[in-house]
């Protein structure tokens, strides 16, 4: 065999691979940035303290608002907010 057989043999392996594997270059490192770039921007969550003050008036807010909107009624208000405040006096 000639060095252009070889040549010939090695492009016409090579030639139809690349057009199907530039995409997929493109694809893998376009997400790798992507992944990169969200690290980067969002910092990690904080996370409150179950019994912490401020999650306790949340979640006063939250049953003040369910009551507002008639989903729960005035006793299960009362005593989620009784739930509420004996956990702060516990803690």
Do not use: C, H, R
């Amino acid at each position: 065999m000639n060095i252009k057989a070889v040549m010939y043999l090695i492009l016409g392996l090579i030639v139809p691979i690349w057009p199907i594997s530039l995409p997929i270059f493109w694809f893998l490192a376009y997400k790798a940035t992507q992944d990169q770039s969200k690290t980067a921007e969002s910092p990690p969550p904080t996370q409150e303290a179950e019994g912490s003050p401020s999650q306790q008036l949340k979640e006063l807010t939250d049953a003040k608002e369910l009551f507002e909107k008639g989903l729960i009624n005035k006793e299960e208000f009362n005593t989620l907010k009784s739930n509420l405040l004996i956990n702060t006096e516990q803690t």
